[in-house]
């Protein structure tokens, strides 16, 4: 079946060499063909069918905006140097990024205001975000939110400031903690993606989201913006808010998830059920 499957995608794409000059190595990457996604959905049409619940279910109103916070120009300054030249030394520690793939995770944590070293030793660079969030929490009047975070350090500095502001707050990982926010105890409840999983009610405790940092995985951030906006939420609106750090990878993660949710959506709707 996967040697078939392979033979079937290949005829509708092409492959890309160009060699990495850090290190010699060949890079190879996959591009669709002109034509390639039309000819893919008529193939798997009449093999394929969706059905999306938000088609035939009653939902609120989703509502996706973005908080955007700026660098000062010596925050900057290291959030480029380690971008462009993979190892930023600091005072207290020294930095490096092995990979692309570390690098994001890199700048990244950069992006939300603090970095392990190599020593994994936890270094604050900015506080912008938890400036945001706080505005956010004042502007949210009483009414519960739910903190989306990433890092480790981020829910260690998340939870700092709220109890530098006596927010009371929990982190959403037991029976208990989602009995109090469903129950309306949290103003403020903190929820990392990878445990947002399918079934996990959170509807009856607010219908107010904000990431304060982002995940590349569209099934990730879909699952957890789900977490309210669903079936059974009482508010006719959900809102969903994006701390981004202007000029940073923030950008090109949400443009990632932007058009990874288009393509998605495409797929979907050439399969989709009429009924």
Do not use: C
């Not at 609120?60 to 908080?67: A, E, N, R, V, W």
């Not at 707050?169 to 947002?196: C, M, Q, Y």
Request: glycine fraction near 8%; aromatic fraction near 8%.
């Amino acid at each position: 079946m996967g040697e078939r499957l392979g033979r079937f995608i290949g005829q509708y794409r092409t492959a890309y060499f160009q060699p990495d000059k850090r290190n010699g190595q060949i890079i190879f990457s996959y591009k669709p063909l002109p034509g390639a996604e039309k000819q893919i959905y008529g193939k798997i049409s009449d093999i394929t069918i969706s059905m999306k619940s938000t088609d035939h279910l009653q939902m609120p109103k989703l509502i996706s905006s973005g908080y955007e916070v700026q660098l000062s120009d010596k925050e900057r300054g290291k959030y480029d140097r380690l971008k462009s030249d993979l190892v930023l030394e600091l005072t207290d520690g020294e930095i490096t990024a092995a990979n692309a793939t570390s690098l994001s995770g890199k700048l990244s944590q950069m992006a939300n205001g603090a970095i392990y070293d190599d020593k994994q030793e936890v270094i604050e660079i900015h506080s912008r975000k938890l400036d945001a969030l706080e505005d956010i929490i004042e502007s949210m009047n009483g009414r519960p939110l739910l903190v989306a975070y990433w890092f480790r350090h981020d829910l260690e500095r998340i939870s700092k400031r709220l109890n530098s502001l006596h927010i009371p707050f929990a982190k959403l990982d037991t029976t208990a903690s989602i009995r109090r926010w469903n129950s309306g105890e949290l103003p403020v409840a903190l929820i990392h993606p990878a445990s947002a999983g399918h079934g996990l009610n959170l509807q009856s405790g607010g219908s107010a989201l904000v990431w304060f940092g982002l995940t590349w995985s569209l099934e990730l951030y879909q699952q957890t913006v789900a977490r309210l906006w669903r079936q059974g939420q009482e508010s006719e609106t959900v809102v969903v808010q994006h701390i981004i750090t202007k000029g940073t990878i923030d950008e090109r993660i949400m443009k990632a998830l932007e058009l990874k949710d288009t393509s998605q959506s495409a797929l979907i709707d050439a399969v989709k059920a009429n009924l």
